[in-house]
């Protein structure tokens, strides 16, 4: 169980790389796409999803940073930081599930498209919400660290 809250942090961190790259080609999209005479990212519909998608991988490496620091004083205190591996964790590849998936949906049909790497994006995120333990299993050690109930 220690290695996996180590190995836990870094999949979120895969998961942060992923979603910073989807991230940097759709506001790159956004600035050179147009449509109906306008870049898209003029479309209040794609700034939407842009600012979303900017506040949770943000967010994500922030739990991330948290993590990190939650291991180093288990380090000093023999203590343990699941709790704080399992946040950065579930909150990171879903953010990268969330993240790919609109700039997917923000470079249309060329998202789809193998010539750009988006829906490989889309592929490698889904992993991360599954190995090191699946979505489900994060939820379940936060919860049991909360409450102390198993
Ligand atoms: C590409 C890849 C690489 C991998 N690399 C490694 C590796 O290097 N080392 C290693 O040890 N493993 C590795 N794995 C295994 C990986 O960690 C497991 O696939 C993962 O933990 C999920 O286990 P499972 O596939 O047995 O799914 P299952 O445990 O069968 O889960 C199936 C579904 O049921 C849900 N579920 C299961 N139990 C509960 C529960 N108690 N409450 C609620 N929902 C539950 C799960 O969340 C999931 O949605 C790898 C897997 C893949 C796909």
Do not use: P, W
């Given at each position: 169980?220690?290695?996996?809250?180590?190995?836990r942090i870094?999949?979120?961190s895969q998961a942060l790389g992923i979603a910073e790259a989807a991230l940097e080609a759709s506001v790159k999209y956004a600035q050179?796409?147009?449509?109906?005479?306008?870049k898209i990212g003029q479309f209040q519909m794609i700034q939407q999803k842009l600012a979303d998608m900017k506040c949770r991988v943000d967010a994500s490496r922030l739990l991330i940073y948290q993590a990190c620091l939650a291991k180093k004083a288990a380090?000093?205190?023999?203590?343990r930081y699941s709790m704080e591996a399992?946040?950065?964790?579930?909150?990171?590849?879903e953010t990268a599930m969330y993240v790919t998936t609109?700039?997917?949906q923000i470079h249309g049909g060329m998202g789809y498209s193998k010539e750009m790497p988006l829906e490989r994006y889309f592929r490698d995120a889904k992993i991360t919400e599954i190995y090191e333990g699946t979505s489900e299993i994060q939820?379940?050690?936060i919860a049991r660290s909360l409450t102390g109930l198993r």
């Open positions: 169980m220690t290695v996996l809250d180590a190995g870094g999949i979120a050179e796409r147009e449509a109906f005479g306008q380090k000093e205190n023999n203590g399992s946040m950065a964790k579930l909150y990171a590849s609109e700039a997917i939820r379940m050690v």
